[in-house]
């Protein structure tokens, strides 16, 4: 068939052109036109469809995500913001960490094996783009209702992919989350978080500059994988004898990913590129545009140069193509030896497909014919925006204004029984099942991982310095009120660092919800980015960077707003954390912060399905009091353990850590059921040596955190208000949910 | 006291297992897959990871790495040599060891800390320990299974041949329990838990997995 060239296109304006079928809309599709001064070529159709589709260029969630800059809090911290593949941080002593979390929500429900891999994957090459060698990486999951048939389909896909594929890259997985709720049947949500660690000096960036300087592919094979949307134009285009049809889903190759992360990095070390971006979504169409409208504007590529694992493909399905485990370097042209010879070693494929010029155009050839001439803003930057309608649901009122119907234990036996139902509620029950497929010792630096508060990677093993992240979010608390949803999550992201002694530095999120479309959804959205961003501001922390995947939902039912809040913080000398529980007897157990009737979303009424009432109010200048507390009783020394307490309270806080190293507890509460149940955020147990109690007295004085002692360490039991459990009881209905349920 | 460390295209642990070698106060000596040079070292080490990304078997591409052939011939001299999990795959590829690791009998990969006991404290990397000591060392793998015919299962049991075996429940569905083995000489081990991973109790599970790299050293001075 013949090739749509842009000769031709001047010279046929009136050609039928599938816009609607890629996605776009009339008024898209006219605003191609008066960009172009002519109808677009079949390439070029092909590459703003993709660029300008929601995923790629956020035009519904821009109007929203620009508070992120500008309520920024002042800090110093931030080397690189949003824009970049990820945001870089210093975290002291010449080191700049680089950590983003992205969704692959969609693949993984269609294929969970390869679309969490990929997903994976394609976070770690984010990371790698920015210089950094990848040093860890962590994975909130969200499921349907753990019985449900397809949740045992998608569940143990999707564990395997993650391990799958990040065990090969040798990257130690050290956290996440695994949540449960009707809501994401049909939807999952795989989140994956990176980090990755370099010097100051290494920080690369997503830009062509220099006239003359050659546009480098290297890695994996161009394949027809991924394609999706684009089959439309290749059928419409392309008749038979074309290249087949292949899976949406794209499929990963995590040892080729290996290998092009040391070659890259090996790369990166001799300084041989001026910039570099990762093929993703929307693949080589992105990755040239983006490097284009970085620099000054100007390249040549020729296409037919991209070397295929299909030779049937046509330019257009290059250009689209998401084939895995690419990535596109700017190198002068006379490191460009040193360059080859880098990728030989490595068995890396490398081919010079382009040069970047002193225009404004980016052009794109196939065998001298020009295919693509545009100026490339107006494909990577210069998007449709949409303020779409948004209006608060109708539910909000409803669900508000009732209030929370769930027994409450009052007698020794109805204590037990709740604390043995809330150990292993899948939410809350052990998630070795899971973790277990995940390398967590790979680079001999893993400090902390899961059941631990956040995970903790040390980066320098001379001076002992670290970083600790954690992920959050609590979906039932931003389904009742997404402004306080989002704004508790960072809270409680930010508490789980500080338990440890690490002091939170920056945030990175991932924003899962329904259809932009739905005015409703629209205004959890907003309300989500609004909270987001006014908690930032109040804790002074930078948002470096984020993912936003719309449109989870099945028919009219959209997932729970879930906004998932990363925050990364630093630690001095790993050598000194906090651990999560104690492994002594005779320590004395307090409770940091004060405990309300908070029942509204919290575990204890998901489990009796009630998701109604309030939901706690954020009170950020609090959880700022109790950081510096923790981080102050940390650096005293006063702690023998802290643990954060957040989903399913107190009870499920108590189980973690006695069973964490089998040492029991006796804890006396003067109200056990609301006491046991109740999730009022901002509240923290810490052991400490009764030598310790003036210190810890004083810091909670001078940080008006009220301070109370619930008891002691020690014993084969969890003992509350004299109703004895036994830790073999314990670890038996804390543990055997997982294998029970998937085997 | 140089020790060689290889990277395979794939090798994920050769960093660890070259901090675990300068731990126990011996030297790591980088050795490249594609390079016929055993740089004069004492010792070699072949790491885990997914080497070729464990393409047609584990450790299957690897044996044909031009530095392979120099491990097979100075192995054979008694030079001593120490497969790590993919390591110990490629050795049973290149036929120093008898046996073959297959998948796990759960057929999940598998991350947790083991307990082990040692069996053989005779060979050149097991010297530090005494014979029935029990360790707790990281097990990571997909494919540790340890499978072989009953005849060689006699063979390594009868000649005091299996150096290391799992206690309690069986991880992973080897025959006889068995986490490690060495050749008739003793001077070549594979073992499928990870020592390099257990050499400080602030990243591992313990330290006891660095009674590995301290034994060798005992060896050498012998």
Known sequence: ?743 | MRIGVITFPGTLDDRDAARAVNHGGAVAIPLWHAVADLKNVDAVILPGGFSYGDYLRCGAISRFAPVMKLVVEAAGKGMPVLGICNGFQVLCESHLLPGALTRNSDLHFLCRDQEIEIINNSTPWTNSFTVGEKIIIPLKNGEGSFQCDDKTLAQLEGEGRVVARYVGENPNGSRNLIAGISNARGNVVGLMPHPEHAIDPLTGPSAQGLGFFTSILNAMVK
């Open chain 1, 1 to 743: 068939m013949s090739l749509d060239t842009v000769v031709i296109a001047q010279s046929t304006p009136d050609t039928k052109q599938p816009f609607a079928e890629l996605g776009l809309r009339p008024d898209e599709y006219a605003r191609i036109k008066e960009i172009l001064g002519r109808r677009p070529t079949s390439s070029e159709l092909a590459m703003y469809s993709v660029m300008w589709s929601e995923h790629c260029s956020y035009k519904s969630s821009k109007v929203h995500l620009k508070q992120f800059g500008d309520k920024a809090p002042k800090s110093d911290a931030l080397l690189v913001g949003i824009g970049e593949n990820a945001g870089v941080v210093d975290v002291g002593q010449g080191y700049a960490v680089t950590f983003k979390i992205e969704s692959h929500n969609h693949p993984s429900f269609v294929e969970p094996y390869q679309g969490a891999a990929t997903g994976v994957g394609g976070i770690v090459r984010d990371i790698l783009t920015m210089g950094a060698r990848p040093i860890a990486i962590m994975d909130p999951l969200r499921f349907g209702p753990a019985d449900a048939p397809d949740t045992r389909r998608v569940l143990p896909g999707i564990v395997a992919g993650v391990g799958g594929y990040g065990n090969c890259l040798g990257l130690p997985n050290i956290g996440g989350e695994v949540v449960f709720d009707q809501t994401y049947a049909g939807n999952p949500l795989v989140n994956a978080l990176c980090v990755g660690v370099m010097k100051h000096t290494d920080i690369k960036l997503a830009k062509a500059a220099g006239a003359g300087n050659l546009v480098v592919l290297f890695g994996a094979k161009t394949g027809g994988d991924g394609i999706g949307g684009v089959s439309v134009l290749a059928s419409e285009t392309f008749g038979a004898g074309g290249s087949t049809k292949r899976p949406s889903v794209q499929v990963g190759d995590p040892f080729v990913e290996k290998i092009l992360i040391e070659c890259s990095l090996e790369i990166f070390a001799e300084d041989l590129v001026v910039g570099i971006q990762d093929l993703g979504g929307a693949g080589l169409s992105c990755a040239t545009s983006e490097l284009a409208s970085g620099g000054s504007g100007g390249m040549n590529v020729a296409l037919d140069r991209v070397p295929l694992r299909d030779p049937s493909l046509s330019p257009e399905e290059i250009l689209m193509s998401e084939s895995q485990e690419r990535m596109c370097a700017i190198v002068e042209p006379h490191k460009l030896s040193r360059f080859l010879e880098i990728c030989a070693k490595w068995d890396v494929t490398v081919t010079a497909i382009g040069e970047v010029t002193d225009g404004d155009r980016l052009e794109i050839t196939w065998n001298g014919e020009l295919i693509v001439d545009v100026p490339p803003r107006t494909v990577a930057h210069e998007g449709p925006v949409y303020n779409r309608p948004l209006a608060q649901p109708a539910y909000i009122d409803e669900v508000n204004s009732q209030s929370v119907n769930v027994p409450i234990p009052s007698n020794a036996d109805e204590i037990k029984a709740a604390v043995l139902k809330l150990a292993g509620a899948p939410n809350l029950a052990d998630k070795s099942w899971v973790t277990s497929q995940y390398d967590k010792y790979v680079q001999g630096n893993t400090i902390q991982a899961q059941p631990d508060d956040s995970g903790m990677v040390r980066i320098d093993e001379t001076t002992h310095l670290g970083v600790a992240i954690s992920t959050d979010a609590n979906a039932n608390w931003s389904y009742l009120n997404p402004y306080q949803g989002a704004k508790l999550a960072l809270a409680e992201a930010a508490r789980n660092i500080a338990t440890a002694g690490a002091r939170p530095l920056a945030v990175t999120n991932c924003l899962n919800f329904g259809s932009p479309e739905d005015s409703g959804v629209m205004w959890q959205f907003a309300e989500s980015v609004r909270g987001l961003a006014d908690g930032c501001l109040e804790m002074g922390l930078p948002v470096t960077g984020g993912n936003v995947s719309f449109y989870n939902q099945t028919g009219t039912v959209a997932i729970l707003p879930t906004p998932v809040i990363g925050v990364l913080g630093v630690i001095q000398d790993v050598r000194t954390r906090t651990p999560m529980s104690f492994s002594t007897s005779g320590l004395d157990l307090y409770l940091l912060g004060q405990t309300f009737e908070d029942l509204a979303g919290s575990e204890w009424a998901f489990l009796h399905g009630e998701r109604v009432g309030q939901s706690p109010t954020a009170d950020l200048a609090r959880e700022m009091r109790l950081i510096e507390l923790l981080l102050a009783g940390h650096e005293a020394k006063v702690f023998s353990a802290a643990h954060d307490l957040s989903q399913g309270g107190l009870s499920a806080g108590l189980t973690e850590m006695v069973l964490r190293y089998s040492v029991g507890a006796t804890i006396t509460l003067d109200n056990a059921g609301i006491d046991l149940l109740s999730e009022t955020p901002g509240r923290v147990i810490v052991a400490i040596e009764r030598s310790n109690t003036d210190v810890l007295k004083n810091l909670a004085t001078q940080n008006e955190i009220p301070l109370n002692k619930i008891g002691v360490t020690g014993g084969e039991s969890l003992t509350i208000n004299g109703c004895v459990i036994s830790l073999t009881e314990l670890r038996e209905a804390h543990t055997s949910t997982f294998p029970r349920l998937f085997g």
